[in-house]
């Protein structure tokens, strides 16, 4: 027993009728506690500077040297060479050495149709990618080709006596006329093929033609359209020679008038 007038002791622990509101404590501390800061520093001006100024610089440069962001105008090989000519002084005038059609075409095909036909023109039969050197339909008349590089192509064909089934060709009339015309001269041209060249106002008349078919044709189609050249092209063998390459024996000059009949007497004048 605690004698009479001595405090009563406090008992040590928590004494759950206290009648403090414990959340308004907790309260009052978090308003002492500084505010978190980590990740939520505005960046230095020099900073801000420097990404300003690599924006600026790499801007110009795209512009300056992007080309439209144009395959063409990236591509090295269609960019026409400039060839320095005779002149007073030794200076000379600067002449621009255009690309050919077939030139041209040549580097479409490489980009767009060499994984499939190979640079060499002779296709795949295991892959089932038909040839193009010596095939009836590059060396046939230029409407049949035409389809096919318009509106592709599906099911089997067979070429050079050799059915092709398994790949199906794409249309790539997406290229646009020039370069359509430009990839079929080159065909119709290269690997010993024989065909007459093909121009972008004869493919622009086919676009139209063609502008009703739904879809890609196949072999039948091409049977059953005329084997017979564009209209308002040259006609099959009257190709103009290559550059360094002789006329044909026999074939008059380009420009030169068609000879004289045996026997038959010169106009009167």
Known sequence: MNPSGSVPRRRQGMDYGESEDVQKVHAAIQREKQEPRVGLEPLSLWLIGIYALAIFFGGAYLGRFSGSFSGDSLDPGTVPTKSHGAGPGGGGQQQTAELSPAERGKKVFMANCAVCHQASGLGSQSQGYPPLAGSEITNGGSRRAAMVVMKG?????TVKGQKFGSAVMQPWESLGDQKVA?????????????????????????RKELASHPGSFVEADLHAAPDEDLPGGEQQGAAPPKPGEQAKPGAPPQGSPPPST????????
Do not use: C, M
Request: no cysteine; hydrophobic share 30%; aromatic share 6%.
């Open 262 to 269: 045996p026997g038959a007497q010169p106009p009167k004048p």
């Open 153 to 157: 192509l599906q099911g089997p064909i």
């Open 182 to 206: 430009d990839v079929l001269t080159y065909e119709r041209q290269e690997w010993g093929n024989h065909g007459s060249p093909v121009t972008k106002e004869q493919i622009a008349a086919l």
